[in-house]
């Protein structure tokens, strides 16, 4: 059977796993004192950090992987790599020390205990896994194992955005009220495709078989903040979602809007548009001394009670607050790297050092278990809770 036909019979296309593989570029010699990677899925972000890698010491991209060729030529094209069609082929690689995971979301679990199980230290990007069972089962492969593993939620490996959480459990704004978060974008989300048999391989982000959406993908970063921030997790989430703009036969939804409740009743809201850009990325945390807001490279204090208030009638009401003049206040300025980067420059030290990384499988699993509460509820149009039952804990 012809390798074309093979694919699109048995669904291979759109799952993302292939089970013929072939093998690009010469024999690979085996780096002293280099952590050498295999980057299994080579579309932009298994790209994007193929090219950071590059920049950093002591780890080098010796291998890629990806089921579509021209993907595949993509990331040769960033490394000085081999290449493979089959990402079981590159983990028998015993040269290969360690892998990084950017397939479909819905992948991510199987690749993952599949590394685990040949012995390759692992960074799985976010949002780890699909499904509270595929979260379940990962996190206990990964527990026995004894590779690192880190979960790829770069902001939690940011300095700056460690520094933040350090403040604010120093009391910098007092009492934590709320979270408001954001990611807004103008776009559509969707990628050319140049056959349409390969439609949901490429766009998988639109199909819930693969995908979580925007809550996955985008949201899941500011969640995993939230829980950072908090040390603990939501104990219910409600909220709505859409295919309100784009209507091009997508089933996740170009909007989303979900409110998690934590213990001693702080709320937390993730709002994502794609119609509508308006302040981007941005995260806004609430104290009764002040408030922080953040986004990817910056962060603000603003103390309470420091805005320009304007006195004045307003409806009926004399005395009332007629407008108030705010700014994103002090800047909490620290020296940083890219997110990205300081993220596989922790995975480099875990590795050397044995130890476990900030971004682990039990904060991936965490933010993992409210990504899947949030699309329940905004699914199931219901007030979903946290499980008792959830091995996390």
């Avoid at 993908?217 to 950072?228: A, C, G, P, Y």
């Avoid at 937390?268 to 794609?274: D, E, G, P």
Wanted: one cysteine or more; hydrophobic letters at 35%; aromatic letters at 8%.
């Amino acid at each position: 059977m012809k390798r074309r036909t093979f694919i699109k019979k048995t669904g291979i296309a759109a799952s993302g796993i292939v089970a013929s593989g072939y093998l690009y570029g010469k024999v690979m010699p085996h780096f002293t004192n280099t952590i050498n990677i295999g980057v299994i899925g080579t579309g932009a972000r298994g790209c994007g950090l193929t090219s950071i890698i590059n920049s950093i010491e002591n780890i080098n991209v010796s291998a890629v992987c990806d089921i579509l060729p021209f993907r595949l030529n993509q990331g040769l094209s960033k490394s000085n790599a081999i290449g493979y069609s089959d990402y079981r082929e590159l983990i028998e690689n015993k040269d290969i020390d360690a892998v990084i995971v950017a397939t479909p979301f819905s992948t991510h679990a199987k690749i993952a205990k599949d590394a685990l199980d040949a012995g390759k230290h692992v960074y799985c990007e976010k949002t780890l896994a699909k499904g509270f069972e595929e979260i379940n089962t990962l996190v206990v492969k990964a527990q026995k194992s004894k590779q690192i593993f880190q979960t790829g939620h770069q902001y939690h490996s940011s300095r700056l955005y460690a520094h933040v959480v350090d403040l604010i459990n120093e009391g910098k704004i007092g009492n934590i009220l709320s979270f408001e978060c954001q990611w807004n974008r103008h776009g559509n989300w969707r990628k050319k495709v140049p056959n349409p048999e390969f439609e949901k391989a490429i766009n998988w982000r639109m199909y819930r078989e693969f995908s979580g959406g925007l809550t996955a993908e985008l949201s899941s970063h500011q969640i995993d903040f939230v829980n950072w921030i908090l040390g603990t997790t939501p104990i219910q989430v409600m909220g709505v979602g859409g295919v309100d703009y784009w209507n091009d036969g997508r089933e996740t939804f170009d909007n989303t809007h979900l409110i998690y409740s934590y213990p001693n009743g702080v709320k937390a809201t993730f709002k994502c548009l794609t119609s509508n850009a308006n302040e981007g990325y941005q995260i806004k945390v609430f104290g009764d001394k002040g408030t922080i807001i953040i986004d990817r490279k910056n962060a603000y204090f603003l103390p309470e009670g420091k805005s320009e208030k304007v006195m004045g009638e307003v409806d009926g009401v004399t005395g009332a607050t007629a407008s108030s003049t705010l700014n994103k206040g002090e800047p909490l300025n620290i020296e940083h790297l890219d997110p990205s980067k300081q993220a596989l420059v922790d995975f480099r030290s875990a590795i050397i050092n044995n130890e476990q990384p900030k971004s682990n499988i039990i904060t991936g699993a965490k933010t993992a278990l409210c990504v899947q509460m949030g699309l329940d509820a905004m699914y199931s149009n219901e007030i979903v809770k946290w499980s008792p039952n959830s091995i996390i804990g």
